[in-house]
Nanobody, 117 residues
């Protein structure tokens, strides 16, 4: 069973950038086979999918982060990234890494992102 550990969160001002990382452990399933996603959950709100990247490198984003966020993966290092630019206060949330292998999903513990002036 893969284990995921997120890092890179923090407190930034509006307009600044952060890069989140998610490190995956060794598992029976090769990291490159996972569909990888970033989710976020703001206080009092439901968890929402932010971005995903397939094993082929095809990416999708929710409208509110398009052109600002970039999801990427390094299969050799078993790493997932989320480059977040032009951050807004509404991006404040706990961000979670998710690995999905044909519906078998695994979650990290999350990393907090706070955007405030």
């Amino acid at each position: 069973q893969v284990q995921l550990v997120e890092s890179g969160g923090g407190l930034v001002h509006p307009g600044e950038s952060l890069r989140l990382s998610c490190a995956a452990s060794e598992s029976r399933v090769t990291f490159s086979s996972y569909l990888m996603r970033w989710y976020r959950q703001a206080p009092g709100k439901e968890r929402e999918l932010v971005a995903q990247i397939t094993k082929f490198g095809v990416t999708e984003y929710i409208n509110s982060v398009k052109l600002r966020f970039t999801i990427s993966r390094d299969n050799a290092r078993k790493m997932l990234y989320l480059q977040m630019n032009s951050l807004k206060p509404e991006d404040t949330a706990m961000y979670y890494c998710n690995a999905d292998y044909f519906g078998d999903q695994h979650w990290g513990q999350g990393t907090q992102v706070t955007v405030s002036s």
